[in-house]
């Protein structure tokens, strides 16, 4: 029994002793965007808020400490700009349907139904961007809200909305809110991501793409800010190329302390999480 | 409100099984004085996955536990983990004595979660997590002094959140539930 407890505290004391020397070299002076993935990470037993609800991102953001937070935008009937991931309202709400075939009034409305007891007393429903760029318009400095656009939605073909009327929403919520300093566009069409930085000049936008090397070369032919893309999709020395072009790199799909830390070991510009505790006490040294 | 019914539905029959075995052990014939014990334990709850070490004095069907715990999930080196107290109160209704045993308890933990620093965290506003939590669980003796034990508590976490750069502290609350496997060493019995 000695022996157990021996080493119980060996591995304490060697463990205690592992911190790695993070040395990053980005676009951005050394620093790490801290970015919760839909608010303060998707939803999972630990982190049980809904992904893009109001409390999910107010915990990251005035919770937690967050640098930034990353939200899905879609835009319903009648041309308003709701956050919500998925395809259909059924699959992660008591409503059902897709966004761009309702009006506002049907999804707002909708609560939440896989929360995991946080509405123990209260109901998260879906909101409005507006919502949250009203309540963060005045923060000084203001957090950077990176707007993922989802305009491709399957659900309902027929009722996808038209991309020059979504970059032109889009657009004015930016222009309205004086966003071109904290909101950066994500899309996976630089043709719409073009519409929006026309409408809203000097915005910056990120292009979400499955393929480091086409990404970034789109990215200097579009002259985009940077690209988005899965943390295991990109390598280091893709990451640094990207930077030698003046590419930021946003990074995602990151729980573990071993993704974190490979993360981290890239380089980045930003790091969409999903465990964001673990992400800002690694970047707290 | 389902996990509720089938909560109660496990309490009901952790109150009714005296499990298998008859009482050849004879654990419980020091049943009236105080019995220590030591453990460890694994555990999942809302703060994520935990270590826990922690120690226990019972008599009779009552016992009071205390120690520490660790939340690994989200540490970046150990001495940085945030950590935190566990606390709870058993009850034994069949007693102590059958290979298998079952108990009821009332838990208490903590996490902290500071500047790079567990220890700090109880001088200066940091993040803090506190679960209040009430479950059932069973026991299975391995022999005079090793143990198997494992549970299954709801309740309620409040998440007080220290912003420093705002200054302001945010609070969360919502549904608990914590299932915990640990192994127990009886050091006086």
């Not at chain 1, 937690?64 to 937070?69: H, K, N, P, Q, R």
């Not at chain 2, 703060?47 to 939340?71: E, F, P, Q, W």
């Not at chain 2, 540490?75 to 290979?99: H, K, Q, W």
């Not at chain 2, 009821?104 to 790079?116: A, C, E, K």
Request: net charge negative; aromatic share 10%; with cysteine.
């Amino acid at each position: 029994m000695k022996k157990i407890i021996y080493l119980f505290f060996a591995v304490l004391v060697l463990g205690a002793c592992t911190k790695e020397k993070l040395d990053v070299n980005n676009l951005r002076e050394g620093r790490i965007m801290a970015c919760g993935h839909g608010g303060s990470g998707f939803q999972s037993y630990t982190n049980p808020y809904p992904s893009n609800s109001f409390s999910s991102i107010t915990r990251a953001l005035e919770g937690l400490g967050a640098d930034a937070v990353e939200v899905d935008v879609q835009m319903s009937a009648d041309k308003k700009l709701i956050l919500f991931h998925n395809e259909t309202l059924e699959s992660a709400t008591a409503c059902s349907g897709c966004i761009p075939s309702l009006q506002s009034q049907e999804i707002l409305g909708c609560s939440y139904n896989r929360d995991f007891g946080v509405s123990q007393f209260s109901e998260e429903h879906l909101i409005l961007l507006e919502t949250i760029l009203q309540r963060y318009s005045s923060w000084s400095p203001r957090p950077v809200i990176f707007l993922d656009i989802r305009d491709n939605n399957p659900c309902d073909a027929a009722a996808t909305p038209n991309e020059d009327t979504l970059a032109n929403e889009i657009a004015k919520m930016i222009n309205k809110y004086n966003g071109t300093g904290w909101l950066y566009v994500i899309a996976d069409d630089a043709v719409l991501l073009n519409k929006i930085r026309s409408g809203a000049p000097g915005v910056r936008v990120y292009l979400d793409t499955e393929d480091a090397s086409a990404g970034i070369a789109e990215a200097i032919a579009q002259k985009l800010n940077g690209i988005v893309i899965v943390n295991e999709w990109i390598t280091a020395q893709q990451v640094q190329g990207a930077h030698e072009k003046n590419i930021e790199v946003v990074l995602f799909g990151i729980k573990t302390r071993e993704g974190t830390l490979e993360a981290v070991r890239k380089s980045p510009d930003a790091i969409q999480t999903d465990n964001l505790e673990l992400l800002l006490e690694v970047l707290r040294d | 409100m389902r996990q509720w019914y089938v909560w109660l539905v496990f309490m009901v029959i952790s109150l009714s099984v005296r499990a298998g075995a008859p009482d050849t052990l004879s654990l419980n014939s020091s049943f009236s004085s105080m019995r220590y014990h030591t453990f460890i334990a694994a555990s999942l709850s809302q703060t994520g996955y935990s270590t826990i070490a922690a120690g226990m004095a019972a008599r009779g069907k009552l016992g009071i536990s205390a120690g520490v715990k660790m939340v690994v999930n989200q540490a970046y080196t150990i001495s940085d983990a945030p950590a935190g107290i566990v606390t709870g109160v058993y009850f034994f209704p069949n007693g102590t004595g059958d290979r298998f045993t079952a108990f009821m308890n009332i838990d208490y933990q903590n996490t902290f979660n500071n500047d790079g620093s567990a220890l700090s965290a109880f001088f200066r506003p940091g993040n803090t997590v506190h679960e209040y939590t009430a479950g059932y669980g069973f026991d299975y003796h391995m022999g005079k002094r090793f143990t198997l034990s494992s549970q299954v508590n709801i309740g309620r976490y409040t998440q007080v959140l220290y912003n420093p750069i705002l200054d302001s502290r945010k609070v969360y609350s919502g549904f608990d539930t914590m299932v915990r496997l640990g192994f127990n060493y009886t050091l006086v019995r």
